[in-house]
């Protein structure tokens, strides 16, 4: 073969190896399991992982080192940072943003249409919701759409948030209610006098202060 040959094929993509005689792609810089479906005009970051029979759609983009595991969903447009986990059997739905390190727990429901009805057509009146930096939501929770959920929040499992959850939150149940404060490690938070709290894993200073918690 000519060399001008060989030059078409790395430009294209391929890579010659004549040792074994074969031609193999280039390597993408993610890993999505065999089952997995990746449709066209995804963005997908390096070191991302997409497990058993997940559904990556179209236009949507995934940062780095995300994990998506068994049977997930992630619906047009959809956007997550980096570091996003999202564990089993959880759907994100076209109007979810979730910033860096957020934790999706097994099984959890995003929604994006307030009043759905099968008989009406509601495409393009998707309602946004934004998960922040470093949000956890647990297992089996519900987010009722429109309602952001605070940097570092903490939505208890089986919780339905039908309002915004300020940053640091912890809140649970039916309708969520807060319940108190988590650091960024995932301790919950008790205040002195003085309205300082310290992180018993970190050791970081928290301030209590009108009536929101804030890192010192």
């Given at each position: 073969?000519?060399?001008?040959?060989?030059?078409?094929?790395q430009?294209a993509?391929?890579?010659?190896?004549?040792?074994?005689?074969?031609?193999?792609?280039?390597?993408?810089?993610?890993?999505?399991?065999?089952?997995?479906?990746?449709?066209?005009?995804?963005?997908?970051g390096?070191?991302?992982?997409?497990?058993?029979?997940?559904?990556i759609?179209?236009?949507?983009?995934?940062?780095?080192?995300?994990?998506?595991?068994?049977?997930?969903?992630?619906?047009?447009?959809?956007?997550?940072?980096?570091?996003?986990?999202?564990?089993?059997?959880?759907?994100?739905?076209?109007?979810?943003?979730?910033?860096?390190?957020?934790?999706?727990?097994?099984?959890?429901?995003?929604?994006?249409?307030?009043?759905?009805?099968?008989?009406?057509?509601?495409?393009?009146?998707?309602?946004?919701?934004?998960?922040?930096?470093?949000?956890?939501?647990?297992?089996?929770a519900?987010?009722i759409?429109?309602?952001d959920?605070?940097?570092?929040?903490?939505?208890?499992?089986?919780?339905?948030?039908?309002?915004?959850?300020?940053?640091?939150?912890?809140?649970i149940?039916?309708?969520?209610?807060?319940?108190?404060?988590m650091?960024?490690?995932?301790?919950?938070?008790?205040?002195?006098?003085?309205?300082?709290a310290?992180?018993?894993?970190?050791?970081?200073?928290?301030?209590?202060?009108?009536?929101?918690?804030?890192?010192?």
């Open positions: 073969m000519k060399a001008g040959f060989f030059a078409l094929l430009k993509g391929f890579f010659y190896r004549p040792s074994f005689l074969t031609i193999q792609t280039m390597e993408k810089e993610y890993f999505a399991h065999e089952t997995a479906v990746i449709d066209d005009n995804c963005q997908i390096k070191g991302t992982k997409i497990w058993h029979f997940s559904h759609m179209s236009n949507c983009r995934l940062g780095e080192n995300c994990n998506l595991g068994q049977n997930v969903v992630v619906s047009p447009e959809v956007i997550l940072g980096n570091n996003v986990k999202v564990q089993n059997n959880v759907s994100i739905y076209t109007g979810v943003i979730c910033e860096d390190d957020v934790f999706l727990g097994p099984s959890m429901v995003f929604t994006n249409v307030i009043n759905p009805r099968s008989g009406i057509n509601r495409r393009g009146q998707y309602t946004k919701t934004t998960v922040k930096k470093g949000a956890s939501i647990g297992a089996n519900t987010i759409c429109g309602h959920i605070g940097e570092f929040a903490f939505i208890g499992a089986g919780a339905v948030v039908t309002k915004e959850v300020p940053p640091y939150a912890l809140v149940g039916n309708p969520a209610r807060q319940m108190g404060w650091s960024e490690f995932g301790h919950r938070l008790t205040f002195n006098e003085e309205g300082i310290v992180c018993p894993e970190s050791g970081e200073k928290y301030i209590l202060e009108n009536g929101g918690v804030r890192k010192v």
